[in-house]
C-alpha cells in the first residue's frame, strides 16, 4: 500500500485557523485541548529587516488523516475547508507532481 | 437521504450565525431534525467549498445552552437581571399595548428603530418602523462610519457603487474568458484575511495572488498580507486622503492619467466659476435666461464660444465638439454681468499640486520615495483595482477621503474594466439591504419623514439614506428637543459592548425610555437592560434571501430550534399589529415582492439556490458606462445628475461641503491637539479584525473562544519596553474620556507610536447584572472614543485615530 501525505504550501498559510475548527467539527473534539492540527504563527524580521509573517499548519498525534472520510472518497475535513487552498492530501507519489514551484513548502507523511 | 438518517441540504449563509456578510454555499448535515455538520459547498462560484471557522462552529452557535429560547420579560428593575419567559403571544400583545400607548402620547418618531449591521434585517428593520409610522430607523455607530460614508461617496461620484472585480460576478471564476486577473490590487486599510467584508470573500485574494496578481498595502499594521505585499505604506491612521492626494500628485505630474477617460467619461471640461468667494459650477441658468439649472457648462476652443451640456440628453448642445480640457475664462452671464471660470480639470490639477509627496510624507509618515513608487505602481498596473476598508469611514473627514481614493479608479479608468474596480449592483437588482430608502417595502409622507433626526443638520443624511443621524440621536433622547424619544427597539445590535462611542450615554439613554425591546440570540451588555428581549433564530432556522452583490441566494429554513423566531417574522407580525391593512400576509409574499425585478418568485429562487444575473443584465459588468446599462433612459453615461463621473461634485455643491477632496486632520492628533498629545502620547487605533469573532460576537462559541480568551492592546517592543510593559501583561488603555485594561500583545506588526485595541469585547461568562454588565466596562474601548464629532456630513467619526497614554496595570 502506498503512503500517503500531507503537501503544506504554507507560503499562503494565511493563519485563520479554519483547518483547526474544520477537524473539532469532524471529530467533536472539544475546546481548550489540541486537534488534529494547529497552526503556529511566525513573525519574522528578516536580515534585511523587513517583517515577515509565516504560519505553519502542524499535524497532532490526534490527526487520523482523516481515514474515514477518505475511506469514502472525501478529502480530510481541513484539506476540504482551507480558505487558502494550501493543503493537498494524496499518494506521496501524486503528490511530488504538486509540489510548488519556486517557493518552500512541507510534505508530512504517514504509513 | 444518505443511508445513515442524514439529510444534506443546500443553503446560503448570512446572518444571525457566522455573523459576517455571508454569502458562502453550503451543505448542512441534519438528522433527526437537528443540524450535526456543516460544510462548504464545492459546486458553489463564491467559495468553492471552503468555509470558514466561524460557520463550521454552528452546531455550538444553534444549540448553546445560553442561548435565548423564550421571549423574555424584565420583572426586577432595569439591569438588575431579572426576568420571566413569556410565550409569543404575551409579548407581543405586551410590544402591542406599550408600543402603541408610545404613539398615542407622542407621535411614532418618538421611537427609534436601532439597528447593527444589518444583513438581510435591517431593511424589514425599516418596514417595522414605517409600519409603526416611525422615520427614526438608525444605525447607531457614530457618524453611521461603516460603509456608508464611501457608499454614500461613490453613489454620487459615479452613480454607482464599485468593488473589486475577483471574477464574482463568473460562475467559471478566474477561468472565464472574460476575466482578467488584476496585475496589482491595492489594499487600503484592511486586513482581508481576517474578515469577509461588505459582500466580499477575503480569501479571494489569496486565490489571485497565486495566479500571480502583486499586492500593494496601505496599513499602519504589518499584517500578514502586508508582509507579502510588493509595496507596503505604513500611514498614520485617518491621513488617507493626504496619501491619495500623493497619489494624484505623482500621476499628474508623471503623466499617468488615463486622459482619454477623464476627458470623455467625467466632467473634467465643466467650468467653474471662480470670481466668487464660493466657487460654483456653472449652469445653463447663469448664461441663458430661462435656462435649466441642471445643464452644465463646456468651453469649445474651435470656435471659443461656451457650449452647454445637456445633462437630460446626454450631449453637448453644439455637435461634434471636443471641449477644452484646461484654461481661464471670462463669461458674460444672462444677468448682464460677467464672471471669471476654469475647468475642472484645471481646478482638479491646482487642487493636487500642494500633496507634493514630501508634503503628503510630513503629514502620513509614509516616505516620499514610497509613494511615488505606490503610485507609479497602482496607476501602471493593467488592470489595477483597489480594495479599501472600514479605516475609510471611520474619520470624520470620511467624505473628501473616500472622495480622494474613489478617484483613483476614475482617474486611471479602472472602473467597470474586468479585473479593476466593477459597478456592483444588487444581482437582478433584487434589494435586501437597503441603502437607499428606494428600497425599503414600506414608505411615509414626506412630512412624518421630515421629523427624521439629522435631516436639518445635514444634506448627505437627507438626500442619501433613510437612516436617522445617531450623534443627533443620542443628543435628542437627552435633550428631548425638538421632540421627547421615548422607546427604542433594538435588532442585530449591541451598542454597550459594540457599535456605541462612549457606551454609558447610550445605557443612560436606554435606560431613560419608557419601554425598549432587544431582539438577539443570547443575552448580552445591551439586552440585559432592556424590557422584552425576543429570541431570533440563526439564518439555519429561518428563510430570506440575499443580493450583496451577486448571487442573487436563497437562505432556506433547515431545522427549527425552540420557541425562536426568524427576525423577519418577528417584524411581520408587528407590521400587521401596528398598521391597519397591512398589504403582506407572510414572508413568501414579501420575498415574491422584492424578487419582482429578477422575475422569478420566492419558490424558484430556493429551488435555484443561487442565480447569477446574464451577460447583458444591467447587474452584470462589464463597462456598462459605455453600453447604456447603467442609466434609465439606457444612455450611454453614468447615474449622476450630470450623467458624468463628478470629480468635481455637484451633490456636495449642493449640501455646502467642499466639491474636491482634501486632507483634513484628525480632531484628536499630535498635529491638531499637541496639547492634549503631550500627556497622551500614542495614536489609539481600534477595531482590527479577529479571525474568530465577528465584532462583539462568537464570544461565547468555545471552538472559537479557544483562539482567543481575552482583549489584547498591539503594542511595539520599542513602546513596551519604554513603557515597561512585558508581553502578556495587563495594561491600563487611558485619556481624558476613559479607561480600560487589557492585556499587552508586544508585537513589531504595528507602529511605535501606534497602538491597536480590539473592539466588541465583554465576558458572557461572567456576571451579566449591572453594574458588571459582562465585564463590558473593563474591556470595550469604545469608553475612549468621542460621540458628536462626525464629519461635516453627518458621517465619519474619529474611531481609529484616537489618543491615549498606556501603562501597566496594578496588581
Known amino acids: ?111 | 437521504m444518505k443511508e445513515d438518517g442524514v439529510k444534506i441540504i443546500k443553503t446560503t449563509t448570512w446572518s444571525p450565525g457566522p455573523g459576517c456578510h455571508g454569502g458562502c454555499g453550503i451543505l448542512v448535515h441534519v438528522k433527526d431534525d437537528k443540524v450535526i455538520k456543516v460544510e462548504g459547498d464545492p459546486d458553489h462560484p463564491w467559495n468553492q467549498g471552503r468555509l470558514c471557522s466561524r460557520c463550521l462552529s454552528m452546531t455550538q452557535y444553534m444549540y448553546h445552552k445560553d442561548r435565548l429560547r423564550k421571549p423574555l420579560k424584565r420583572i426586577g428593575e432595569r439591569g438588575q437581571g431579572k426576568f420571566e419567559e413569556i410565550s409569543w403571544d404575551e409579548a407581543f400583545d405586551l410590544i402591542e399595548q406599550k408600543m402603541k400607548k408610545i404613539r398615542e402620547d407622542h407621535g411614532p418618531e418618538s421611537v427609534i428603530f436601532h439597528q447593527g449591521t444589518g444583513r438581510d434585517i435591517g431593511g424589514w428593520i425599516s418596514m417595522l418602523a414605517y409600519a409603526y409610522g416611525s422615520p427614526n430607523w438608525m444605525f447607531g455607530l457614530s457618524g453611521i462610519s461603516c460603509y456608508t460614508p464611501r457608499l454614500m461617496m461613490m453613489s454620487i461620484t459615479q452613480g454607482d457603487f464599485a468593488v473589486v472585480d475577483a471574477s464574482q460576478w463568473h460562475e467559471k471564476r478566474y477561468d472565464d474568458p472574460e476575466y482578467k486577473i488584476p496585475e496589482t490590487v491595492t489594499i487600503w486599510g484592511q486586513n482581508l484575511p481576517a474578515t469577509c467584508p461588505d459582500g466580499f470573500f477575503g480569501h479571494w485574494y489569496i486565490d489571485l495572488m497565486k495566479r500571480g496578481t502583486e499586492v500593494l498595502v496601505i496599513d499602519p499594521r504589518c499584517t500578514w498580507i502586508a508582509s507579502r505585499a510588493k509595496l507596503w505604506l505604513q500611514l498614520r491612521p485617518g491621513t488617507d486622503a493626504a496619501l491619495a492626494l500623493g497619489f494624484i500628485h505623482v500621476m499628474i505630474k508623471e503623466d499617468l492619467i488615463n486622459m482619454a477617460f477623464v476627458e470623455r467619461w467625467t466632467n473634467s471640461p465643466f467650468l467653474v466659476r471662480t470670481d466668487q468667494e464660493k466657487k460654483r459650477l456653472l449652469r445653463e441658468s447663469d448664461l441663458i435666461k430661462n435656462g435649466l439649472d441642471t445643464n452644465f457648462i463646456a468651453h469649445d476652443p474651435v470656435s471659443d464660444s461656451f457650449v452647454v451640456w445637456d445633462s437630460d440628453h446626454q450631449t453637448y448642445k453644439k455637435k461634434n465638439i471636443t471641449p477644452s480640457m484646461e484654461g481661464d475664462f471670462t463669461l458674460a452671464l444672462a444677468d448682464g454681468s460677467t464672471a471669471t471660470a476654469k475647468t475642472v480639470w484645471t481646478l482638479y490639477k491646482e487642487n493636487a499640486e500642494q500633496y507634493t509627496p514630501e508634503a503628503v510624507s510630513k503629514i502620513t509618515w509614509v516616505p516620499a520615495d514610497k509613494i511615488r513608487k505606490a503610485a507609479r505602481i497602482y496607476a501602471k498596473s493593467q488592470p489595477s483595482a483597489l480594495h479599501w476598508g472600514l479605516p475609510i469611514d471611520t474619520i470624520p473627514s470620511t467624505v473628501p477621503t473616500s472622495q480622494a481614493i474613489n478617484h483613483l479608479w476614475c482617474l486611471t479608468g479602472n472602473l467597470d474594466n474586468p479585473g479593476g474596480n466593477a459597478i456592483a449592483r444588487y444581482a437582478y437588482d433584487v434589494v435586501t439591504y437597503p441603502y437607499h430608502s428606494g428600497g425599503a417595502i414600506l414608505s411615509l409622507p414626506p412630512e412624518v419623514m421630515d421629523k427624521r433626526i439629522g435631516i436639518h443638520d445635514y444634506g448627505a443624511i437627507k438626500d442619501f439614506r433613510a437612516w436617522a443621524q445617531p450623534d443627533k440621536v443620542l443628543e435628542q433622547i437627552s435633550s428631548d428637543d425638538p421632540y421627547p424619544i421615548k422607546g427604542m427597539w433594538i435588532q442585530t445590535a449591541n451598542p454597550i459592548a459594540c457599535t456605541g462611542m462612549e457606551p454609558k450615554k447610550w445605557r443612560d439613554a436606554i435606560k431613560k425610555l419608557d419601554f425598549t425591546v432587544c431582539v438577539d440570540l443570547f443575552m448580552t451588555p445591551t439586552a440585559m437592560l432592556c424590557d422584552v428581549i425576543l429570541p431570533a433564530a440563526t439564518f439555519l432556522e429561518k428563510d430570506s434571501l440575499k443580493a450583496w452583490w451577486v448571487p442573487l441566494q436563497a437562505i432556506k429554513r433547515v431545522v427549527e430550534v425552540d420557541d425562536c423566531k426568524s427576525d423577519i417574522e418577528i417584524n411581520l407580525e408587528l407590521c400587521k399589529r401596528f398598521m391597519k391593512d397591512f398589504p403582506y400576509d407572510n414572508t413568501q409574499e414579501l420575498f415574491d415582492t422584492l424578487l419582482k425585478s429578477a422575475g422569478i418568485t420566492y419558490q424558484e429562487l430556493t429551488d435555484n439556490t443561487w442565480m447569477i444575473p446574464p451577460k447583458g443584465h444591467p447587474s452584470k459588468p462589464y463597462f456598462r458606462y459605455e453600453k447604456g446599462l447603467l442609466r434609465q433612459d439606457k444612455k450611454p453615461g453614468f447615474r449622476t445628475p450630470s450623467g458624468k463621473i463628478e470629480l468635481y461634485s455637484s451633490w456636495l455643491e449642493k449640501w455646502e461641503l467642499e466639491p474636491l477632496p482634501y486632507h483634513e486632520e484628525p480632531p484628536y492628533s499630535p498635529v491638531s491637539t499637541p496639547d492634549l498629545f503631550a500627556d497622551y502620547p500614542l495614536i489609539l487605533c481600534t477595531g482590527r479584525r479577529m479571525g474568530p469573532f465577528f465584532h462583539s460576537e462568537h464570544r461565547q462559541i468555545p471552538w472559537l473562544r479557544e483562539q482567543q480568551r481575552d482583549p489584547v492592546l498591539e503594542i511595539h517592543p520599542d513602546t513596551a519596553e519604554k513603557y515597561g510593559i512585558a508581553h502578556g501583561e495587563k495594561v491600563c488603555v487611558e485619556n481624558w474620556l476613559g479607561k480600560i485594561t487589557v492585556k499587552a500583545l508586544v508585537t513589531p506588526v504595528i507602529h511605535p507610536d501606534i497602538v491597536m485595541a480590539e473592539h466588541g469585547w465583554w465576558f458572557p461568562e461572567k456576571e451579566g447584572k449591572e453594574p458588571n454588565l459582562f465585564g463590558v466596562w473593563d474591556v470595550n474601548v469604545n469608553q475612549l472614543i468621542p460621540m458628536g464629532h462626525e464629519g461635516k456630513a453627518g458621517l465619519g467619526a474619529p474611531i481609529k485615530s484616537m489618543l491615549c497614554k498606556v501603562y501597566k496595570a496594578k496588581g
Not at chain 1, 502542524?58 to 482523516?66: E, N
Open chain 1, 1 to 111: 500500500m502506498s503512503e500517503y501525505g500531507m503537501l503544506i504550501d504554507y507560503e499562503y498559510c494565511t493563519g485563520c485557523r479554519t483547518c483547526e475548527v474544520a477537524c473539532k467539527q469532524e471529530y467533536g473534539r472539544p475546546a481548550g485541548k489540541v486537534g488534529g492540527v494547529e497552526v503556529t504563527e511566525y513573525i519574522h524580521t528578516l536580515p534585511n529587516g523587513k517583517l515577515f509573517i509565516t504560519n505553519i499548519p502542524t499535524f497532532t498525534r490526534a490527526c487520523v488523516f482523516c481515514a474515514g472520510r477518505v475511506k469514502q472518497g472525501l478529502e480530510p475535513a481541513c484539506v476540504k475547508h482551507c480558505m487558502a487552498n494550501i493543503l493537498t492530501f494524496g499518494k506521496i507519489e501524486d503528490l511530488h507532481d504538486k509540489i510548488p514551484k519556486k517557493r518552500k513548502a512541507i510534505l508530512w507523511t504517514k504509513g
